[in-house]
């Protein structure tokens, strides 16, 4: 992928799109956006061989919005991360399967230790976020705008799973919760792993 990603750069190139100065900013653009095309086309592959597109699809609107400003462990070879992504992907999938409810559907506390998992994780998530990684550390104001955009996604996160409760539309509330959960875990490995 990085090999085509720098042809499609020096092709830009050729054709006078892009200075030759810009050439490593495009290959990182062109190479990332290939990356996103592959995690999605697989997501949505997992998705269709196990009968649950839109659950994955509303696990991955929740995820990728609240963990782009939390934070968390990160791989570092790509291949690991498609793998370990695709892996999480199999949560929602088979969330019923699993046992993971949070709640039944009549609203009561079926499971009061995936409420108590969520809270947990809602409290990790306020102390721990945002958290730097090894290629990237965030400075005051960054970690600023990072934490204040991070706390207004898991709040409306929050709300939603409020609103499709009263919806009876537990099932995504589920999800919702699922994903934050899961967000609080890679924080927590990678404030183990990467101190």
Known sequence: MEKLSKELSYQLLAWGIIDHD???IYQYGILNGMIIIINLLTAVVIGFFTGSIVEILVFLAAFISLRSFTGGVHLDSKLLCYIGSS???LIPAYMDELGMI???SIGGLANPVGW???VIAIVTILCLMPMDSKKRKLDRAEKRRFRFVGLSILGMQLLIMVILSVMD?????YIIGVSIIIVAVLI???KKVFR
């Open 87 to 89: 892996l999480i992907l």
């Open 116 to 118: 108590l998992l969520l």
């Open 169 to 173: 539309l537990y099932h995504y509330c």
């Open 188 to 190: 927590i490995i990678g």
């Open 102 to 104: 949070i709640s039944d």
């Open 22 to 24: 810009d050439i490593p």
